[in-house]
């Protein structure tokens, strides 16, 4: 991955360059534990197209969110809703 001085970057650029960076080496944003943080930063990221987050070649970004997405609870989280529908 390019880095580029901040200054030229967007703001938004700049908030995944620095998610990019304190990913990685850890498996969660804090350490190795999954914590609420990981839950409310990683629920906005659905939207990530639409708020125009330029998360492409983010790639801890990428394996973090990956990760999360492997969990039943978090991939499916109203499970019951589906089977009342």
Known sequence: MKLYYAETLN???????????????????????LTVADFAVAAALPYADKA???LDGFVEIERWYAQLNELP?????????????
Do not use: I, S
Not at 13 to 18: D, G, I, P
């Open 11 to 33: 703001p938004r650029k700049v908030c995944a360059l620095a998610g990019y960076l304190h990913l990685r080496g850890r498996k969660y944003l804090v350490d190795d534990l």
């Open 52 to 54: 125009r987050l330029p």
């Open 73 to 85: 609870a978090w991939r499916d989280p109203f499970p019951a809703a589906k089977r009342t529908a």
